[in-house]
Every structure is written in structure tokens, then in C-alpha cells.
């Protein structure tokens, strides 16, 4: 698959630039995991303020069907956490243990 150019942020859509999919797309993904491949934290800081922006740009476009906080957390963190464990709704069933 060929892509139109880098998998950067399209604001305040928070579309990929390159790709068209909901930023960051899986090639974004995997160039954040390169950049910060030595510093997980420093990762995590800065896709929390990369939410921070995409929530509020998102609200703002669609203020009465905006997306889902959880939907946008797991979006932008959940994938980078350690063992790369997206989070449920409250009251959802837990998720089984990997091994």
C-alpha cells in the first residue's frame, strides 16, 4: 500500500495526513514507538498532551456527539501503555490475563 505522504496529525480533524485513518494510524504508531523507543514516559507525556489537543478540537467540531472519552484515551494512550493494555468501560467485564 502506497500512502500519499508522512502519517502526521491533520488538525483539528486529528485525521492522518498521509493515510486518511484516524490519527495516529498504525504506521504513526510505529514511528512514535522508534522516536521514543528509550524513554516509554516521555512517550506517554507526549501523546497525553496530543489527547489533551484531539479532545478539545474534536468537542468543539462535534459538541453534541463528540467521541468517546474512553474511545480517545485508548486512541492516543491505551495502545502505548506497557504490555499494551487499552482500558474498559467502567462495570465491563475485566479482559483475561496474557501471558
Known amino acids: 500500500m502506497t500512502t500519499a505522504g508522512p502519517h502526521l496529525p491533520l488538525r483539528p480533524l486529528w485525521l492522518c495526513r498521509g493515510c486518511g485513518a484516524p490519527w495516529p494510524c498504525g504506521p504513526a504508531r ?42 480517545l484515551f485508548n486512541r492516543f494512550l491505551g495502545w502505548a501503555l506497557p504490555g499494551g493494555r487499552p482500558t474498559t468501560r467502567p462495570g465491563a467485564p475485566p479482559r483475561p490475563a496474557t501471558l
Request: glycine content about 10%; aromatic content about 2%; charged content about 15%.
Open 30 to 71: 510505529l514511528t512514535l514507538l522508534r522516536e521514543y523507543a528509550h524513554d516509554r514516559i516521555a512517550l506517554l507525556i507526549h501523546l497525553g498532551g496530543l489527547l489533551h489537543d484531539a479532545a478539545g478540537h474534536l468537542h468543539t467540531l462535534h459538541p453534541h456527539d463528540g467521541p468517546d472519552p474512553i474511545q
